[in-house]
């Protein structure tokens, strides 16, 4: 019987999971019964009750603190996953270096005098004969990592695929977008942090651009060097009222920043938008219990300079 | 240079993304990882109730992922295989709660009733709704309860269709089974959950 089928699917309905053709009917057989109109509106009551257990949103404190926490595994774990990059397992290769002994000798021959991810077919028998690609100088380029080798079955030829880098030179103005882009790309992945620091002091004249402003968002959240951090963090002041999401990396930086220089700046450069709730938030913790007493008492005053409404 | 510039990559889809922290490179994994992270800490903050455990099952999803992100091959969705391994881990500690309740402790509490000494109740968390009164925290708790009697399984059709919204179908593919499977749980956890709450109006 129809109200039967519409008692069973009534659950689907209110989850919004009935095919289109299926709702209409159900909605057209409720329009004249008030039986299972009845149903609806109980299974209704029972889905608002289940907000009583509302999902709540991670407090900023939270979501910091576990990024930090998995930035520490991750770099823990990379050292792990240097054989995965190389994407060949080691001891596969071993074994196949045994049904051709000259092959280790030749490979390494072969890698420095090659060009840029250049593949190489090495044909193994009496002694090898390497029939190569571009030759360039080995100063100017050297092997990143081996991405690939592989042995045709049943025959000697081997073939292997490896990167190379090599060192070249960019110039131009801070409009050119290949400038641009080096730049983005030293102020993440640069070890030396002089080079880091260059690259966000250049960027933090263009923060207008998306990339630049997510690029220093990134240095402001992740940078080893507090001085690279406070430079982004300056720059991305100007943005803290109008770009959510930099409010709230600049909020991060107020709860975990390891420098007080970076929190005590960050906490400045928040006043504009002290009223809004997740920062008011977290003055209110800051004020409260924060171990530094210049940040205590600065948020203290702030606080006591928003209007009262609660 | 050929590898993707790190500023580009979060306007780039995830595939892109993906294949870049296939390659090792691990700004790009970090980038994966801030677009989901939200949504995998709002779920294991709502099934364990506890900012702590949250944190754990965050932690080791993210690792978990970064670790096999070589296997995955683009059979299905990223967002899809973010929530399977969340959801997987999910599951692991629910059943673990299952089996710590079995030899729990019971205690009576100041009206007679009998209570589990280790239930996991919603903690006060910082940043919720001061304003929700004691009453709905009672009711909150009572709910609390009641999704503990599901099993593991039908907790967590439960929690990722009513209250984290994901389709039927979705579901299904996240906990490796059909749509149909994740309906019929669907229905049963609902009925259980009515009948264990029966009482509040």
Known sequence: ?310 | MRGLMAGQASRIDDTLLVREAQRGNRAAFEELVRSYDQAVLRLALHLTGSEHEAQDVYQEAFLKAYKSIGNFRFECSFYTWIYRIVTNLCLDHLRKRQVRKEDAPVATDATGEQYDVLDQVPDGRSGANPERNLMSRELGKRISHALEKLTPRERMVFELKHYHGLKLRTVGEVLNTTEETAKNTLFRATQKLRGALADMR
């Open chain 1, 1 to 310: 019987m129809k109200c039967e089928w519409v008692k069973d699917n009534v659950l689907l309905y209110v989850y919004n999971e009935l095919p289109d053709d299926a709702r209409y009917e159900l909605e057209q057989h409720l329009a004249r019964c008030t039986d299972c109109t009845a149903e609806l509106k109980t299974t209704r009551k029972f889905h608002a009750m289940l907000s009583e257990l509302p999902v709540e949103e991670p407090s900023p404190n939270l979501v910091a603190a576990s990024r930090m926490r998995l930035q520490e595994g991750l770099e823990t774990a990379e050292q792990g996953r240097f054989w995965h990059r190389l994407i060949f397992d080691p001891a596969a290769w071993l074994r196949q270096v045994r049904f051709a002994p000259a092959l280790a000798a030749a490979i390494f021959i072969v890698g420095f005098a090659g060009g840029i991810a250049t593949t190489y077919k090495v044909v193994s028998d009496k002694g090898a004969s390497i029939a190569s690609g571009p030759v360039s100088s080995p100063a100017e380029s050297s092997i990143t990592g081996i991405q690939s080798i592989s042995q045709d079955p049943g025959s000697n030829h081997i073939s292997i695929k490896y990167n190379t880098v090599s060192t070249q030179e960019a110039q131009g103005s801070l409009n050119d977008q290949r400038i641009q882009q080096l730049l983005l790309f030293a102020a993440r992945n640069n070890y030396n942090s002089g080079v880091r620091m260059d690259s966000v002091d250049l960027l933090t004249q263009e923060p207008n651009n998306t990339h630049v402003r997510e690029a220093l968002m990134y240095a402001l959240r992740y940078d080893s060097n507090p001085g690279v951090r406070l430079k982004a963090l300056d720059s991305l002041g100007a943005f803290v009222k109008s770009d959510p999401r930099v409010r709230d990396v600049v909020l991060e930086a107020l709860i975990q920043d390891s420098n007080p220089g970076v929190r005590t700046d960050a906490l400045r450069l928040l006043d504009p938008v002290r009223a809004d709730s997740s920062v008011r938030t977290v003055l209110q913790e800051l004020a409260r219990s924060d171990q530094n007493q210049y940040i205590r008492s600065q948020a203290r005053i702030m606080l006591s300079q928003l209007p009262e409404f609660d």
